[in-house]
């Protein structure tokens, strides 16, 4: 699977934009980037994802370089609610079958 | 409209029984996968099932087996337990099996072997 790399933490203030980056330098053409979250004792849950347009949602927004190298994932007004683990995936086979990795901590501190 | 439901949400068991493990999809979901997660590690792709076929499976050994139901609710059946089997259980639905699909999990079983 196209390995993705992210940082194993980061700390945020209540209310400043969430700025969590993700390298994926073997990603191929046809292959999305995804974001999901998972909060403590509960499932992950979808983000957001795209090919290689940027994309913004209710959530948050993903930003996709033009080589697609790499990837950030930014919720403008982080809150408290939003500490939870943060995973970056680029499903590659046929399906949609998710291989997480380790993921970013991310710890929104008031 | 409900989410995906899992059942039951805790379980107990001893080393070398065995479990089953329900999920229901969302309404109109046709895609059923199982993931493990073990404490303080990612979650592990375990089965997908879309249309009662399977589409893929983990590496994990053969005490796991899974199906489809013709209502596309699903069972993650686990043969004679082992202590490494304890962890939280994972479904996930989807619309369809495409990579551009995003799945929606639900809240898990916990499973704890003694």
């Known amino acids: 699977d196209a390995k993705t790399t992210q940082p194993p933490s980061m700390d945020c203030a209540e209310g400043r934009a969430a700025n969590l980056p993700c390298n994926h330098s073997?990603?191929?053409?046809?292959?999305?980037v995804y974001w999901y979250r998972q909060i403590h004792s509960q499932g992950p849950q979808y983000i957001i994802h795209?090919?290689?347009n940027n994309e913004t949602n209710e959530m948050a927004s993903l930003i996709i370089t033009e080589d697609r190298k790499s990837s950030t994932l930014i919720l403008p007004h982080a809150t408290l609610r939003d500490t939870a683990v943060y995973y970056c995936?680029?499903?590659?086979?046929?399906?949609?079958?998710?291989?997480f990795g380790a993921g970013t901590i991310l710890r929104v501190k008031s | 409209d409900a989410g995906v439901t899992q059942s039951p949400t805790h379980l107990i068991k001893t080393r070398g029984q065995q479990v089953t493990l329900r999920c229901s999809p969302i309404?109109?979901?046709?895609?059923v996968s199982w993931y493990q997660q073990v404490l303080g590690q990612g979650p592990q792709f375990i089965f997908q099932y879309y249309e009662k076929e399977e589409r893929g499976r983990g590496n994990f050994p053969d005490r796991f087996s899974a199906r489809q139901f013709p209502n596309y609710s699903s069972e993650l059946n686990v043969n004679a337990l082992l202590l490494g089997d304890s962890a939280l259980y994972l479904c996930?639905?989807?619309?369809?099996?495409?990579?551009?699909?995003?799945?929606?999990f639900g809240s898990g079983t916990q499973l704890s072997v003694l």
């Open positions: 995936i680029v499903p590659q086979e046929y399906g949609n079958k998710l291989v």
């Open positions: 996930a639905s989807s619309f369809r099996d495409r990579r551009d699909e995003k799945l929606f």
């Open positions: 073997t990603i191929s053409g046809n292959e999305y």
């Open positions: 795209g090919l290689k």
């Open positions: 309404s109109g979901h046709k895609s």
